[in-house]
């Protein structure tokens, strides 16, 4: 089983309000089985890939009406502590810290610019059980429209070192403002922040992008569509691999990435 050192990603869910749609999509597009729901957490259904957990789905909480959106948790070995260091850095606790059973404790917040966000300290569930591969989460993005307020932000609430991207001149990187973080030095990149320019619609909020791992993105792309979802960007070769933006039929935003299909130069970085 994995350890995730403090502030890697370590866990993702999604609240949907049709959580069999939810499931039957996301079984299509990634492949993933489920497991029983669980009564006690509030159905809460955990999905694999060739067996390992690599996500999981739950309805809201009876008498809410929160949109369909995925959560992505970083990894904490004291999540009271990481709350406060949120409070102090100007973000929000929105949830918790709450103990989950024996499974471990979780919250939920925001950071200055509006993203949300989880934290997971782990007790017997550790997290991601697959990484990487098709089928599991691989990366993750925070979109905002103040990317001065995120960048100081995370470094306060986790021990990231923070790389800038120098974009090479070409049309797909020309007056893009790219981060990434890493924690334990720049050869372990945990999250990356994009700056949401005036191509995005004013009334889309910041939020976390999850990219997960496929053989194949326009394979995934057109299953994606016929089910009813909808392609907001891409596909679209990198040098990190041929990635899409998309969000499920209830609206919830997620990407999907073939990182065997590399194009182009790995950009330059610079640590700021």
């Keep these: 089983m994995a350890e ?20 039957a999509f996301y079984g299509e597009v990634l492949g993933w089985t489920f497991g029983e729901a669980a009564s006690e957490y509030g159905n809460y259904t955990q999905a694999y890939s060739d067996g390992k957990a690599v996500a999981a789905v739950v309805p809201p909480m009876p008498g809410t009406e929160a949109p369909s959106q995925w959560c992505l948790y970083f990894a904490s070995p004291d999540a009271a502590a990481t709350a406060e260091k949120i409070r102090s850095a100007g973000g929000e606790v929105m949830m918790g810290p ?10 939920i917040a925001k950071e200055p610019s509006g993203a949300v966000f989880g934290v997971w300290q782990p007790d017997e569930h550790r997290g991601f059980e697959k990484m990487g591969e098709p ?35 070409s049309p797909e990187e020309e007056g893009m403002d790219f981060r990434v973080f890493s924690a334990g030095g720049p050869e372990h990149p945990v999250l990356g922040r994009m700056a949401m320019g005036g191509d995005f619609p004013p009334e889309v909020p910041p939020w976390v992008q999850v990219y997960f791992a496929v053989p194949d993105c326009d394979e995934a792309v057109a299953k994606a569509r016929k089910l009813g979802g909808a392609l907001h960007f891409g596909p679209m070769d990198s040098p990190y691999g041929r990635f899409a933006a998309l969000a499920d039929q209830q609206g919830a935003a997620f990407a999907v990435i073939d990182t065997s299909t590399t194009q182009g130069d790995m950009p330059a970085m610079t640590d700021v």
């Design 98 to 107: 709450m103990q989950i059973g024996t499974y471990g404790t979780m919250l």
């Design 135 to 169: 089928g599991s989460y691989t990366w993750a993005e925070v979109f905002t429209r103040d990317p001065e307020r995120a960048d100081a932000f995370f470094p306060q609430v986790f021990p990231y070192g923070a790389q800038q991207m120098h974009p090479d001149g």
């Design 4 to 23: 995730f050192s403090e502030g890697a990603p370590c866990w993702a869910d999604a609240m949907f309000r049709d959580v069999e749609a939810a499931k």
